[in-house]
């Protein structure tokens, strides 16, 4: 599966606790990445600043659904059952 352009959920979803630029303490689950853009793209894609974490995110169906909605309740979830 293709990551859907703008949807931006795996920026807002899950927590990362990894320093990254404008957030040197990471982001809680559900907070919006401040390196997010307005149109639900990642200011970092391709940087060397980018939080591996973040990097090794693999869009699937099973973890993204079929819309911005969905995923952002389906990797809710997963972080909520794996913290």
């Given at each position: 599966m293709e990551c859907r352009a703008g949807c931006g959920a795996c920026c807002i979803a899950p927590s990362i606790y990894t320093p990254m630029p404008n957030m040197p303490?990471?982001?809680?689950?559900?907070?919006?990445?401040?390196?997010?853009t307005d149109d639900n793209f990642c200011s970092l894609f391709g940087l060397p600043?980018?939080?591996s974490f973040c990097s090794a995110f693999v869009a699937e169906e099973a973890v993204c659904g079929n819309n911005q909605i969905e995923a952002i309740?389906?990797?809710?979830?997963?972080e909520g059952v794996t913290c």
């Open positions: 303490h990471g982001k809680k689950a559900g907070e919006r990445c401040l390196n997010l600043e980018r939080p309740r389906l990797i809710g979830w997963l």
